[in-house]
T-cell receptor, first 112, second 114 residues
Framework: GENVEQHPSTLSVQEGDSAVIKCTYS??????FPWYKQELGKRPQLIID?????GEKKDQRIAVTLNKTAKHFSLHITETQPEDSAVYFC???????????FGTGTRLTIIP | DTGVSQNPRHKITKRGQNVTFRCDPI?????LYWYRQTLGQGPEFLTY????????KSRLLSDRFSAERPKGSFSTLEIQRTEQGDSAMYLC????????????FGPGTRLLVL
């Protein structure tokens, strides 16, 4: 089965700076990689996703990059704001399968 | 609110009791998922329905766990003879439509087994 590792587990960033969270996956058959943001006591919410036929995707201050050869994908948040403080989870899904395999999460803290 | 809803939001029970949770997916979604999340961890897949058919079950889903989606709409997750290790947040998600891969999560049911 798929295994997803996520680093770092905690990240503190000065407001306005950029934050990068990295994930690796084990199964080369994975073709869908979503990122979820979970605020304390709230449901996970999708913030961006990428499919394996694309190397990079951007949505305003958020971008995701995918390196299929290395089986790495990363979340980039630019111009961070206090409301970006949350736990971020990466996930991967194997082609033909429906389940998402999640990383262990990164607690991002934006320092005002 | 047209999002995924779950009831109850919190459940405290004594070890050995049975509990049942309900999930109402987004109305047009034909796929429904159950995940379990423990403190400091990402959600772990439990099971998946397409319409009323349960198509995949995780090895995490022991014989004490059963899930149903009788009419292809809402789903229930029952845990029999609860154990303290069952304490967790139980999350439901739904998705639907061709090439619509996004899984939308509900607010979860937090279970505490005493």
């Amino acid at each position: 089965g798929e295994n997803v590792e996520q680093h770092p587990s905690t990240l503190s960033v000065q407001e306005g700076d950029s934050a990068v969270i990295k994930c690796t996956y084990s199964d080369s058959a994975s073709n869908y990689f979503p990122w979820y943001k979970q605020e304390l006591g709230k449901r996970p919410q999708l913030i961006i996703d990428i499919r394996s036929n694309v190397g990079e995707k951007k949505d305003q201050r958020i971008a995701v990059t995918l390196n299929k050869t290395a089986k790495h994908f990363s979340l980039h948040i630019t111009e961070t704001q206090p409301e970006d403080s949350a736990v971020y989870f990466c996930a991967a899904r194997i082609f033909g399968n429906e389940k998402l395999t999640f990383g262990t999460g990164t607690r991002l803290t934006i320092i005002p | 609110d047209t999002g995924v809803s779950q009831n109850p939001r919190h459940k405290i029970t004594k070890r050995g009791q049975n509990v049942t949770f309900r999930c109402d997916p987004i109305s047009e979604h034909n796929r429904l998922y159950w995940y379990r999340q423990t403190l400091g961890q990402g959600p772990e897949f439990l099971t998946y329905f397409q319409n009323e058919a349960q198509l995949e079950k995780s090895r995490l889903l022991s014989d004490r766990f059963s899930a149903e989606r009788p009419k292809g709409s809402f789903s229930t997750l029952e845990i029999q003879r609860t154990e303290q290790g069952d304490s967790a947040m139980y999350l439901c998600a739904s998705s639907g439509g061709w090439y619509q891969e996004t899984q939308y999560f509900g607010p979860g049911t937090r279970l505490l087994v005493l």
